[in-house]
């Protein structure tokens, strides 16, 4: 069970009555509510005290059905409302009328706390949806009360977002991905938070996929495979400066070091990830060489030229604008420079049901706002200046379902069929993201990428 906390704060709504009219209005809190979207019933308690049981509704993927029970008082022109204990949700708030004549002006704060059972991955998402969910209520309420105090009929304005949506499963997937894209910073650090000390545990230090050259390779050799094949095909020696953009923990970018001898520094998003690499690094002797930075690959805190070599493993599908990344890539590499990396991708041209059946779950499972393909990488890093050397699907190198092969159907069926909560809420949600890859995978919806570009034109192509 987490808590939910979303908040509103109004501007002047003017209202065509006296403010003595409209406070008495407000008062009488079962008439109000009738205004209110999504309310069930509100019941009288006692004098001044009301029970609020909202309609059962869905925020984003979330389940869940709200009961406040709420204190009002007046003092002067305004009213407070407290909560009282006996529900799953807090409402707190005030309202404020001010006016004179016939003429008035209204404005609102509220803040709202919910209780709600859900997977510890989601609360950073949860809480965009509900901030949003509580805008555009609202908003609703304060047209519908200035209606209603008008002209003494009740009149239920409906929120926007119900407006524009009715059950289309695809505008549905664009407006979630608007709101990866407008929160992204901190969607992508919450989950960075949360799952951080799940993926070293269970799957070490290095937070990518690989493609398996045979049966009988592990996993540990695979990844260090690729990470090598991305310094090797950048030329990466003991003399060059080497950035690795979205470095978590260090894996690769402490990895590359050793294989090379490089001096090289890690970017990352998340503090925490941060910490942690910075630690490794002394662990293993290699704080002289290599040291990690917190910021945003978006807006890189480097000088123009810096860098011999921007390495990225499977961070820039948290990228919102992955254009201004590349762009940035250019900036902040020397000419002749080379960008190599590896990362998720969709197929090219990707149908709605490719996009809805398997995208937008790795997206909302992984905290990607959305997922490039090999074409849009190619032609973004051809718009940014760069000549691109590589731009290869991973299939061809080797197996990628092996990434996933505990999940075979049987593992899937058999999670799919556990009762609700009998599960650890993280393990959960990192099981469904990880069916989520492995049934896009399979379907071809989604793909493995490596890249190699350079600052240059080679002089064979001029």
Known sequence: ??????????????????????????????????????????????????????????????????????????SGNSITWENLQGGNMSSTGKWTVNGTGNKSTLQVEATVETDIEIPKLLVGFAKTMGQREMAQSWDAYLISL???????????????????????????VRLQENLRTENYNTMVSDYYDIVTETYQSGWGNHFHFAPFKTPTETLEVAVTRLEHEVADS???????????????????????????????????INKKQVGIATERAKKLGLSERAGFDHGDAMKMPYADNTFDVVTFFESTCHM?????????????????????????????????????????????????PHMGSLCSYRSMMEKAGFYVHIAIDLTQCGDILRNWEILDNKTINTFKALPKGSVDPTIEMMISGAIALSEGARAGAFVLGRFMASKDIPKAKL
């Not at 389940?63 to 406040?68: C, G, I, N």
């Not at 002749?336 to 998720?344: A, Q, V």
Request: with cysteine.
């Open 1 to 74: 069970m987490v808590q939910i906390q979303t908040t509103y704060s109004s501007k002047p709504v003017e209202v065509a009555v006296s403010a003595e009219k409209l406070i008495q209005f407000l008062l009488d809190v079962q008439q109000c509510a009738k205004c209110y979207p999504f309310v069930d019933k509100v019941e009288q308690v006692s004098a001044g005290v009301f029970r609020w049981t909202m309609q059962e509704r869905k925020v984003g993927s979330i389940q869940m059905k709200a009961v406040h029970i709420t204190k009002y008082t007046r």
């Open 320 to 368: 919102p604008d992955k254009q201004a990344f590349i762009k940035e890539c250019y900036r902040v590499l020397k000419p002749g420079g080379r960008l190599s990396g590896s990362e998720w991708l969709q197929c090219e041209k990707p149908t709605e049901k490719d996009i809805i059946q398997f995208i937008e779950p790795i997206c909302a499972h992984h905290s990607v």
């Open 146 to 172: 200035k209606k209603t105090a008008e002209s003494g009929k009740i009149t239920k304005v409906a929120p926007v977002e119900d407006v524009v949506v009715k059950d289309q499963k695809f505008e549905k």
């Open 234 to 268: 950048a030329r990466i020696t003991k003399d060059s400066f080497v950035l690795d953009v979205g470095c978590g923990v260090g894996g690769p970018t402490l990895e590359i070091a050793k294989y090379t001898g490089c001096r090289i520094r890690g970017l990352n």
